[in-house]
């Protein structure tokens, strides 16, 4: 298996521009995570879906940012309009049952900078 | 609110040497705690995971402990080589999310 999917690697883009980043889980894992990681605040958890349904989305900053997991193979993560201080790593992970007890495996993370 | 701690500043170590790091947590009782291994631009990489009711648990030259009593989890490397520098993080559940400490920097001299 190739492991956690994401694109692109790197994006840098302008203050007010909609920004957004992939991902493909593992085959056959249904749960699928979306963390942001700085230094200032580590890695945070933005939101969790189990099964393609978003299952706790507490820890997406603001209405700005948005998810979407239209089927099990496939999650975007959709900024807009973006600012500065979403500048940071993101990363995506997946699981192979709700997420309690087993690992996670992550994918390489979209280097985001916003101008 | 639940708190993870981790050292912030790196641990720099002998090659050869046992590194030990620890991981801190408050306000919180978990199940079990996991371990994490991250390399420059790499997202983390698990390497162990400890429930509430064991001691320790090893994987080859890592070990990791839990005591529920002091809030606080070790993690051990024997043997040390340049190759383990890399930061090192943990997590513990929070019903079926983790919450990731901000890691500990791990430097392994020649």
């Known amino acids: 298996d190739a492991g956690v999917i994401q694109s692109p690697r790197h994006e840098v883009t302008e203050m007010g521009q909609e920004v957004t980043l992939r991902c493909k889980p593992i085959?056959?894992?249904?749960?699928l995570f979306w963390y942001r990681q700085t230094m200032m605040r580590g890695l945070e958890l933005l939101i969790y879906?189990?099964?393609?349904?978003?299952?706790?989305d507490s820890g997406m900053p603001e209405d700005r940012f948005s998810a979407k997991m239209p089927n099990a193979s496939f999650s975007t993560l959709k900024i807009q309009p973006s600012e500065p201080r979403d500048s940071a790593v993101y990363f995506c992970?997946?699981?192979?049952?709700?997420?309690?007890?087993?690992?996670?495996?992550f994918g390489p993370g979209t280097r985001l900078t916003v101008l | 609110s639940q708190k993870i701690e981790q050292n912030s500043e790196a641990l720099n170590i002998q090659e050869g040497k046992t590194a030990t790091l620890t991981c801190n947590y408050t306000?919180?009782?978990?199940?079990?705690l996991q371990w994490y291994r991250q390399d420059p631009g790499r997202g983390p990489v698990f390497l162990l995971l400890?429930?509430?009711?064991?001691k320790e648990k090893r994987k080859e030259r890592l070990k990791v402990t839990f005591d529920t009593t002091l809030k606080q989890s070790l993690f051990h490397i024997t043997a040390s080589q340049p190759a383990d520098s890399a930061t090192y993080l943990c997590?513990?559940?929070?019903?079926?999310?983790?919450?990731f400490g901000s890691g500990t920097r791990l430097l392994v001299r020649p």
């Open positions: 992970a997946s699981s192979s049952t709700s997420g309690r007890i087993n690992e996670q495996f």
């Open positions: 085959s056959g894992h249904n749960s």
């Open positions: 879906f189990n099964n393609n349904v978003p299952i706790d």
């Open positions: 306000n919180y009782s978990p199940a079990y």
């Open positions: 400890i429930r509430e009711n064991e």
């Open positions: 997590a513990f559940d929070s019903s079926y999310k983790l919450i």
